[in-house]
């Protein structure tokens, strides 16, 4: 298993390298990197830039965005060394290569840079939004293994009975209408939209959340989380509890689960002590996907509705304002941890079934 975890770890390094440098070279084809924008302030053709931009330094970050002659759009009449004097400030001026690696050397020890846009650096930017998002995920997560693996399981056993073809209904529902649908719903009808008003519009806690004793605290902190994360499971719950009911049933015509009733087993016995753990394993290979999904990508429509300051939200508006110590800072950390995370679900496989032998298998 050490062999075997080593050489996991060992993979790490090129497919995050390959991530970083695909995303790299997209960007160079994205218009309105930060030097556009400073060039559509002074000409009047956008919106009002920051002075962190002014004054960013020597982030190494890529974007431009040239017209066929390779000058920058909109900068006509403009100082050809001004427009220089911009290009060193970003580090545009240096070729595309020695910008790639300069931006991997910083970030094998985790120099993220500053935010072009929030004049903070962008680990002080994660982290005061990680408890959010992180919230949301395990919450998130949590709730919907919970509520779906029992429920597979019983769509299982009772497999084409009445049960199985109404809980299939709502599935199909769920499934079929994005959270951030089922969130503007739930807004509407539990948050003093059209009807009840019994949740919060926005945050994760009240404005006098300092004030509270501990209990209050906890009541308040789930009082405002309540519909985002009831949105987040309705939309992702289906599929889970689908994988889990195929799964169980691909295990229950085995020919092992025959043998097992044939020695007087009972269905308990059988189902939980034979087929939970092989049904199991493509479950639980799933998780790291799933928590890494909810966490990083599928709660960015229910932060901004719910208005959330979360991971999400950041993400979006880093990619908006073109914040590229943002958006590349977080993309090596959310890529890295998703990797290690895979691991993890690899390592998982042995605990839910110790005859899994990895290190007799080619990485």
Do not use: C
Not at 160 to 166: E, I, P, Q, T
Not at 257 to 285: D, E, P, S, W
Request: hydrophobic content about 50%; charged content about 15%; overall charge negative.
């Amino acid at each position: 298993m050490t062999a075997y975890i080593i050489r996991r770890l060992l993979l790490i390094v090129p497919t995050l390298l390959a991530i970083m440098l695909i995303n790299f070279l997209i960007i160079q084809t994205a218009p309105g990197g930060p030097i556009e924008q400073i060039i559509a302030e002074l000409t009047g053709e956008g919106p009002a830039i920051t002075e962190r931009v002014t004054r960013a330094g020597t982030e190494m970050m890529p974007a431009v965005d040239r017209d066929a002659g390779g000058r920058y759009r909109g900068a006509q009449g403009l100082d050809p060394e001004f427009i220089a004097q911009l290009e060193r400030q970003f580090g545009f001026d240096k070729p595309l290569h020695e910008r790639f690696f300069a931006m991997i050397r910083s970030y094998i020890v985790f120099d993220f840079g500053n935010s072009y846009f929030r004049d903070r650096s962008v680990v002080e930017l994660v982290l005061e939004k990680m408890p959010v998002s992180i919230s949301l995920g395990l919450w998130t997560t949590l709730i919907v293994y919970l509520v779906s693996i029992p429920l597979g399981i019983a769509k299982a056993v009772r497999d084409g009975n009445r049960f199985d073809v109404w809980s299939s209904v709502v599935i199909v529902i769920g499934n079929a209408i994005p959270a951030f649908m089922f969130a503007v719903l739930l807004l509407i009808v539990f948050a003093g939209g059209s009807y009840l008003d019994w949740f919060p519009l926005r945050g994760l806690t009240s404005d006098n959340w300092e004030e509270l004793s501990w209990p209050e605290r906890i009541i308040d902190y789930f009082w405002h989380i309540t519909l985002p994360v009831l949105a987040l499971v309705i939309g992702g719950f289906a599929t889970l509890t689908m994988l889990t009911k195929n799964s169980f049933l691909d295990q229950i015509h085995q020919q092992y689960v025959m043998t097992a009733r044939a020695k007087g087993l009972t269905q308990n016995q059988v189902l939980y002590g034979h087929v939970f753990r092989n049904a199991m394993l493509i479950v639980i290979a799933g998780f790291p996907t799933a928590f890494v999904s909810i966490l990083f990508t599928g709660t960015v429509f229910i932060e901004i509705i719910f208005s959330l300051d979360g991971l999400g939200l950041l993400g979006f508006e880093a990619a908006f304002n073109r914040d590229y110590p943002l958006m590349f800072g977080t993309l090596y950390f959310f890529s890295l941890v998703g990797l290690l995370l895979n691991l993890v679900g690899d390592l998982m496989y042995t605990v839910v079934d110790p005859r899994i032998d990895f290190e007799r298998r080619e990485v």
